[in-house]
Nanobody, 125 residues
Framework: QVQLVESGGGLVQAGGSLRLSCAASGRTVSSYTLGWFRQAPGKERDSVAAITWSGGYTYYADSVKGRFTISRDNAKNTVYLQMNSLKPGDAAVYYC??????????????????WGKGTLVTVSS
């Protein structure tokens, strides 16, 4: 069992930055691929970024490449999402996610084994 708790969401102006954190717990969490999905009202839950347990592989959705950076600290069992140059279109509930395999995470929401409860990001124009 893996538990994920997000923090760091909030209100920011367009062009601003936020850093999301996800504290993970569970006996084998350090071996999981961790990452982030987001879901805006009336839309599907889409993947944003992912990172393997070693940090050797990272994934970014095209819409966030060059603006968002994912990282993890296995000693703290925490994954971070640094979000820069935020746009109104980035506003959503951001969910921390864990998949036993990187390839499964890339399949989308159906490949996620564990979810956090989400943190709201609001971007004002």
């Amino acid at each position: 069992q893996v538990q994920l708790v997000e923090s760091g969401g909030g209100l920011v102006q367009a062009g601003g930055s936020l850093r999301l954190s996800c504290a993970a717990s569970g006996r084998t969490v350090s071996s999981y691929t961790l990452g982030w999905f987001r879901q805006a009202p009336g839309k599907e839950r889409d993947s944003v970024a992912a990172i393997t347990w070693s940090g050797g592989y990272t994934y970014y959705a095209d819409s966030v490449k060059g603006r968002f950076t994912i990282s993890r600290d296995n000693a703290k069992n925490t994954v971070y999402l640094q979000m820069n140059s935020l746009k109104p279109g980035d506003a959503a509930v951001y969910y921390c996610a864990a998949s036993q395999y990187y390839s499964r995470f890339l399949r989308g929401a159906s490949g996620v084994d564990y979810w956090g409860k989400g943190t709201l990001v609001t971007v004002s124009s």
